[in-house]
């Protein structure tokens, strides 16, 4: 029985919580730091991007996967100083694509500074992931900045996979989830591997730590297709249902098509056009009805125990392994 299965909900939420307060704690202050080899016309923005929070998640699968080779978490910082600038550079993106102007209830790069401003910050942030790994050349950190190229380059794909989308009727399972896999599931693949790697461990520990981030990832973003129909806009920050209004073609949508249901057919005729509050209710009725909401759940809850799985077929050290499985668990219950 692992740590997580002996835990009620709460009490496994708490423990994940304690975990990420330790990360925020260790990375939070390198992050600020790091940011002082950036111009001074972008520091400004930098600062601004990280004071809008976060939970850190990808940061702390950075730290475990280090201490689960048997190293030292602060082996890991450099890779989960590196994954953080990464995310918020694809945040930063994703926000002036989506034409968000909020985020975590504050105003988005763009929104706050211009669309020129929060790309040049972006390629800054991407940049200088790879500078912090690259600062010292050793095999471990050359094989952790090839790993994250590699991430980047599929959550790329994976995004320009999700534009070309938006002029599609629907998406298959299959199709959504390959491009879930990129935009979400590889660079938490190589936030759960990077420390391993910097630790110079073996490519069986580092297998598996990738496998669990792959699942993990999976996992991750049927939650978030989830909280983006049923979740509440006092979490999410969003309106109810504002993927269905903003017509984004996620795992909930494509499985009712797989079972005969064109969620978006009755309503607005451009893919253009925005759903109306009318049309989004009658959109989230008709996902209940035909168990897109339940099989989204479930698979969740699949990717999840795939995940945990994957940390059995490596001899990883017991308390990062326990602590990787409560993460994992706290993913998919945050919030539902």
Known sequence: M???DSLSKHENELTALDI???????VHPALVAATQRLGPELQPLASHQ???GGKYVRAC???LSASAAGADEQVGL???LAIEFVHNFSLIHDDIIDNDVTRRH???MWAKYGVGPAIIVGDALSTLAFQLLLDEATVE???AARCLADAVQAMILGQAQDIASEDQPSLSVEECLRMEAGKTGALLACAASIGAILAGADDDDVKALSEYGDHLGLAFQATDDMLGV???PSVTGKPVGNDLRLRKKTLPISIAYAKGFDVFAESASSLDEELSDADVAEAMVLLDDCGARYETLELAEEELRAAIAALDRAPLASTARDELTVIARYVIERDK
């Open 2 to 4: 692992t740590l997580s």
């Open 20 to 26: 990420l307060s330790r990360t925020k704690m260790l």
């Open 50 to 52: 990280l004071s809008t």
């Open 61 to 63: 699968l950075a730290l």
């Open 78 to 80: 450099v890779g989960a």
């Open 106 to 108: 504050q105003p988005t």
């Open 141 to 143: 950190r050359v094989g």
């Open 230 to 232: 049923w979740g509440e």
